[in-house]
């Protein structure tokens, strides 16, 4: 149980560290279609 655990935390912190990178990938677009 303990190792279960463990796998769902993991995949929580990747699927947090994903939203992270699609959010700061979004705002760099943002942040290009000002520069032009």
Known sequence: MD???RLAAAFLI???RKNIWFVCEKINKNLKKTGK
């Open 3 to 5: 190792w279960g655990v």
């Open 14 to 16: 990747l699927k947090k």
